[in-house]
């Protein structure tokens, strides 16, 4: 008998669990891919929204803003990839100047400190590149960018030496009520726990509505980017938006975290749960517009494109219990509460942006629901912190010949491009949770993240996969359960 499954190992469902991770439960997360961050987490901006759009008194509203603040804390604790870059929301046209005005009263409303509005002169001083019809702009100090895989792997990682089970390859196919809590069932067995947690992104509704009579639908709104070498990351400093849609924030430009240059997402609603092929329309609509915000733009820089899909949820029947349809909040909002019907059963559904913002604040407000369920005695163990993967490109000569100097497979490049060695791909395989196909040796090192996508380096980490798990290379998969390289004649 499990205390609490969670369902999802994506960024929130991994942020809950490592918040469990500090008391005296017996916790398991249950994900249906081979590794942690394979969904939206895997194939966002990797943004830190500052929260000035979301409508204050919202959920989402407030997690945003306490997500933020507590990033750059928690990235220095768990060592992975932030900054403090800011954000800067365009506006093109004179008439809509009345709308950057409404969104910095609602950040204001929100807690978001530092909000201004700048003229065209100033924006220049920020962002030489930016596009000729800008003629103003909302600017947010706050703002900031991280590594989507980085967060995630770290959350998963210290909730894993701190206790947390994980099991792989786990589809959640049932979920039955019983007087102690609930029966899980998976492709592979069953299991018992007081507690659940849903956090199965787009697949959030399906578990919902396993255990409950009010229920939830969500439709993948699929976003299309383009991902461009790191010799033009400098053509923005800050995120860049547009004024937001009904269909969300719109095409940004920005850095990440790792100096390439990043633009996108379209939004598409679609029907298709795994539908992640990006389109010649897609592509075209994120170039064309991303050059409003940035002029010059090189397309022959373009190093690859993706997809990712948010949860959005378009039906949810809350009971007349709770107050009706809306209770009084937002339709969009985030719903992160304990199932009316089904006690024990917590939703964490509808995390679209900026659901991977909230992630710190998410983790703490489930954990806390589940303090008040369960009164868990907290641990006095707990080990808050976690080292990363070495980064050799990034380390200073000395700490370079130290590692070397361990294990000299740390002065052995792979990655050319990233120039990731031998003795980080073997890190990434050994760590907790460690990598078993090539993507999570990609996400742990960036591996093949650079201009020649993996086209040299990708036979060399198959082969270190193998040796390393006692395996032949034929068995070695990019990603999930059908993804193989090779295939029987």
Sequence with gaps: MYDVIVIGAGVNGCAVARELSRFKLKTLVLEKASDVCEGTSKANSGIVHAGYDAEPGSLKAKLNVLGNRRMAALAEELDFSYKQNGSIVLCFDEKDRFRLEELKARGEANGVEGLRIIEREELLKKEPNVGDEA??????????????????????????????????????????????????????????????????????????????????????????????????????????????????????????????????????DISDKDGKETTREGLGQVTQKAALSVKGIPGRQVITSFSGLRAHITKFERSVAEGGADQGRPIDDFVIEEVADAPGFIDVAGMESPGLSCAPATGEYVADMIKKMLNPEEKQDFVSTREGIVNMALASEQERHA??????????????????????ILEAIHRPLGATTTDGIKRRTRAGMGRCQSGFCNPRVVEILARELGVDESEIKKSGEDAWYLLPL
């Design 403 to 424: 590692k070397i100097k361990e294990n000299p497979a740390y002065g052995k490049v792979i990655c050319r491009c990233e120039m990731v060695t031998e003795g980080e």
């Design 135 to 268: 003629v103003a702009a909302l600017y947010v100090p706050a703002g900031g960018i991280v590594c989507p895989f980085g967060i995630t792997i770290a959350f998963a990682e210290n909730a894993s030496v701190n206790g947390v089970e994980f099991k792989f390859g786990r589809m959640v196919t049932d979920i039955q009520k019983q007087e102690t809590g609930y029966l899980v069932k998976t492709n592979k067995e069953t299991l018992e726990t007081k507690v659940v947690v849903n956090a199965a992104g787009v697949y959030a509704d399906q578990i919902h509505n396993m255990v409950s009579e009010n229920k939830m639908e969500i439709t993948p709104r699929k976003g299309e980017y383009l991902l461009y070498d790191k010799n033009v990351g400098n053509m923005a400093s800050h995120t860049l938006f547009q004024l937001p849609t009904a269909l969300g924030k719109g095409i940004l430009v920005t850095p990440t975290v790792h100096g390439n240059l990043l633009t996108g997402p379209t939004a598409t």
